[in-house]
């Protein structure tokens, strides 16, 4: 998540460059042809036009739906703060001057699956962007925890030996810690330490926990449809492409009758580039909000908040020695 006022120009060019290199020799090859003689070059405007219209409204579709999965992933881990205080003052308190050994054992499981979850959706899928250079690039500005620590070495800090061995022998790590703590609730619920009414309560958080995991997932592991994707990109292309070609007669005819005859013609290339720009640059954009948990410096900050949730569990507890708070670095957090 970009945590500044805003990206700056330069910053947006640089992330840019490669498409400008690109568009910006799209943009000379036929405006040095049709300078050289080659005036059969210049297509009319007029259809490109339509073209762009088109290509506007699918741009803006796929942006749309690209912020709707981005904001539904900030939902998600909204609610989950929001469960996860409940969670913790309602065992607490169920469970105050009981058995204060299983509170501690229930909170850490907790965090083990607020970390395992977060790992789980840091994993790449080979629709995302991260393997790209220009995000792999951009990566170097930040910090991407889930690739810099290793998640066995931080559930120690949560878990017992034996615990810690079962978990990682399974295949959805988040989903076995939170049936672990289903199965320590009926225990605690079996020993008479909890009523029927605490045992609800405490099982409905479980249930939510579990409910918005699967949301989570769901984000992660079905992609903006192909279809709508690759259209988009067909189309996006198919526009740049012909842009330049439509451009050339319209500058040509500026330098009529004045000093600057035949000269017009090369204000195609800035003006080309600057329009393709715009439009590649949109899709780029909605390319990077596409996948909210994908690593990128428009992601759900998921460590950000699974530290902030943390901290208040702890704090709950009246713990020392809190882990400290997660800060941007470059005006990006996750």
């Not at 290793?150 to 120690?156: G, P, S």
């Not at 994707?229 to 009529?256: H, R």
Request: proline share 4%.
């Amino acid at each position: 998540m970009h945590a500044g006022k805003k990206f700056g120009a330069i910053e947006f060019i640089v992330w840019t460059r490669r498409s400008i290199y690109f568009l910006a020799i799209l943009s000379a090859v036929p405006t040095l042809f049709y300078y050289l003689g080659g005036k059969f070059l210049s297509f009319p405007w007029q259809p490109i036009a339509i073209m762009g219209t088109a290509v506007a409204f699918i741009v803006g579709f796929k942006n749309n739906a690209s912020y709707s999965r981005l904001w539904e992933g900030r939902q998600i881990y909204g609610a989950i703060i929001n469960d996860s205080r409940s969670f913790g003052y309602i065992l607490r308190d169920a469970l105050s001057g009981k058995d204060s050994d299983k509170v501690k054992i229930m909170f850490n499981r907790h965090y083990a699956w607020l970390t395992a979850l977060r790992f789980q959706l840091r994993e790449p899928r080979a629709w995302e962007n991260m393997s790209t250079v220009q995000y792999q690039e951009y990566a170097e500005k930040y910090e991407i925890c889930e690739k810099l620590q290793n998640l066995d070495d931080v559930l120690k800090n949560y878990l017992s030996e034996d615990e810690l061995k079962y978990i990682l022998k399974k295949k959805n790590r988040a989903t076995q810690l939170m049936a672990s703590q289903s199965k320590e609730l009926s225990e605690v619920y079996s020993a008479g330490l909890i009523n029927d009414f605490q045992w609800t309560q405490i099982n409905q958080q479980l249930v939510k926990f579990t409910d918005n995991q699967g949301k989570a997932e769901r984000i992660k592991n079905f992609p903006y449809p192909r279809n709508f994707s690759s259209i988009t990109t067909y189309l996006l292309f198919l526009f740049i492409a012909f842009v330049p070609f439509g451009l050339l007669k319209e500058f040509d005819k500026l330098g009529e009758g004045s000093f600057l005859e035949g000269l017009t013609v090369w204000f195609n290339i800035p003006f080309s580039l600057l329009v393709t720009w715009c439009f590649h640059t949109l899709d780029s954009v909605g390319e990077a909000s596409m996948n909210p948990f994908e690593g990128s410096p428009m992601d759900v900050p998921i460590t950000q908040i699974s530290r902030t949730i943390e901290i208040d569990m702890r704090d709950m507890l009246d713990e020392e020695n809190l882990p400290p708070g997660l800060d941007p670095k470059n005006n990006i957090v996750l």
